[in-house]
């Protein structure tokens, strides 16, 4: 499979969650979600996606608020 292929599907994902168009999968826990964030932030940082990484962030602290 083609690297570029799942680089851009993965920036693409994280770019919906800086919008109100998507939401968690009814199933994950706080847990699931803070696992998913921080395997997504390694992700991006290790690719040097900072776009996707702020974010990530961002998601990781409005999680912390609710």
Do not use: G, Y
Request: hydrophobic letters at 40%; one cysteine or more.
């Amino acid at each position: 499979m083609n690297h570029n292929f799942i680089e851009r599907l993965f920036i693409e994902s994280i770019n919906v969650m800086a919008t109100d168009k998507w939401e968690w999968p009814e199933h994950w826990d706080t847990e699931r979600r803070l696992k998913f964030l921080n395997e997504s932030l390694r992700f991006a940082e290790a690719r040097e996606l900072f776009e996707q990484c702020a974010i990530i962030r961002d998601v990781k602290e409005n999680l912390h608020e609710v």
